[in-house]
């Protein structure tokens, strides 16, 4: 089992900034392949970044990429997010993810609200 907790989010105004953290225990960190997803009102549930399954690279959606940037800190054991140049349309929830090949373990998720 690996339990995942968020922070970080919150109120932001269009073009601010936010870092989601998430910290992991129950299993050994570096082997845990990591993402961010987020959810919507009345939106499915979508990808946001993550890690390469093969290769570790980061991996963006469309819709963040050059404004979100992840990483890790595997002596932390936690998993960051970015955020950068923030848009209304960012508003959701956002989960952390984990899991050895899928993603099989989920956060509570934490709220990122960005006002126009």
């Known amino acids: 089992q690996v339990q995942l907790v968020e922070s970080g989010g919150g109120l932001a105004q269009a073009g601010g900034s936010l870092r989601l953290s998430c910290a992991a225990s129950?299993?050994?960190?570096?082997?845990?392949?990591m993402g961010w997803f987020r959810q919507a009102p009345g939106k499915e549930r979508e990808f946001v970044a993550g890690?390469?399954?093969?290769?570790?690279?980061?991996l963006y959606s469309d819709y963040v990429k050059g404004r979100f940037t992840i990483s890790r800190d595997n002596a932390k054991n936690s998993v960051y997010l970015q955020m950068n140049s923030l848009e209304p349309e960012d508003t959701a929830v956002y989960y952390c993810a984990a899991g050895e090949i899928t993603y099989d373990y989920w956060g509570q998720g934490t709220q990122v609200t960005v006002s126009a």
């Open positions: 129950g299993r050994t960190f570096s082997s845990l392949r």
């Open positions: 890690f390469g399954r093969l290769d570790g690279r980061t």
